[in-house]
């Protein structure tokens, strides 16, 4: 697995030069903040992640070879892709020359055979980042970038290549053609996967709207994997909402989940400790309601996840039922019921949950009981109260029903229900 890291976009050189910083400089911290994110949400780090500036001689190899087949022009030190050249131009995206016109879908620039014609080496400017080239000093254009390194990592032909939907085109249109004209039919992907655009309460998420967000600002309030969990709910290829109802959701389903891994560890612990011996419940099957939903999970993980990356069925149907007949074990251990077969049912049931959370990411190394102080901690972030003032609420709320003030009572809970505190009465 491959991830690129570009440093001479047109965006980073401007905001490089509004701060007065190096552009790679700049780009390298940008990187380590995204990658810190990204372990933050659990996401496993690719094989390879290259950066550019460490690529440039696979990168005008891969120009000149364009150019040697005769698919690509130089203008004063511009080296132009030229899109008539080739024929299957738009076969990803469908997007058809004729439709596009200069100054609307690309910038007009007289020097170019055709306005669709795109950079593959842009000549060195004043305040810009550049490199000796046949051609004059200058940068890669963004589009070669990508090309070049994945043919250095994954050869000319590989599985799975990735992005937003908005890189359809032009980014992965013109990569296709570049890596045609450079290797011709060695050049293939198999398969193309594009995830859809963050809205924002079915609002487009953008700064101008002024409802942008960084992922910091979610997991500062919200537990990482609770945001993971929302990510999951959603369908790569399909839009995703964001809505402080839907994270609140998502976050208090991952509470669910581990309360209810917790409460099964406490349960089994008398097993684990040894007062249960393994060769008591050596005889003991699992019962064919267990087992069934065993089965189920098994299959529903690998048939979603073989149908596109189905997540959101996983985390809704399946999983949810074997959680529910795990607190149904639980309850019955507590209650001193069945406690040999019970104990191997449980044990089971916790194994298989674990393995597809741990598929889904969304099994963290932490014990249980530290990640629901992590989420109790954020939800007290949230309410913008300390442990104590919910101590003080509890004792408040206790000595209002001892008195039989059941008004103040189920106020008392209703005010910590508002801000996210959700107090639960056991044995009452």
Known sequence: MKRCLTVGSFQIIRRANEFGE????????YCQEFLKDMDDLQCLPPIHQPRVSEHMEEIKEMIAKVMTNGYAYTVDGDVYFSVDSFPEYGRISGQKLEDNRAGV???????????????????????E??????????????????????????THSFDIHGGGMDLIFPHHENEIAQNCAACGPES?????????????????????????????????????????????GTHYRSPVNYSISQIEIASESVYYIYQTLHDSEEALSAFQQGTVTETKVKGVR?????????????????????????????????????????????????????????ILYLSELQKEVKAVLD????????????????????????????EEDILLAIEERALARKNKEFARSDQIRTDLVAKGIALMDIGT
Request: hydrophobic fraction near 40%; charge should be positive.
């Open 105 to 127: 879908r690309f910038a007009v620039d007289s020097r170019k055979l055709n306005p669709a014609d795109f950079a593959l080496w842009k000549a060195a400017k004043p305040g």
């Open 129 to 154: 980042p550049s490199w000796d080239s046949p051609w004059g000093r200058g940068r890669p254009g963004w589009h070669i970038e990508c090309s070049a390194m994945s043919a250095y990592y994954l």
């Open 188 to 232: 293939n992907v198999s398969y193309w996967m594009h995830n859809g655009f963050v809205t924002i309460d079915d609002e487009k998420m953008s700064k101008s709207l002024g409802n942008f967000f960084t992922i910091r600002e979610v997991t500062r309030l919200y537990h990482p994997i609770a945001l993971r969990y929302f990510l999951l």
């Open 286 to 342: 699992v019962s064919p309601q267990a087992q069934e939903c065993i089965s189920e999970l098994r299959n529903e993980l690998e048939t979603k996840l073989s149908d596109d990356l189905h997540t959101p069925a996983i985390l809704n149907a399946a999983l949810q039922e074997a959680l529910r007949l795990m607190n149904s074990y639980v309850n019955m251990l507590k209650k001193k019921q069945q406690q040999l077969s019970v």
């Open 22 to 29: 190096d552009p790679i400089a700049l780009s390298g911290r």
């Open 359 to 386: 598929v889904l990411g969304l099994l963290l190394g932490s014990t249980c009981a530290e990640v629901l102080q992590q989420f109790k901690e954020r939800a007290l972030k949230r309410a913008d109260l300390t």
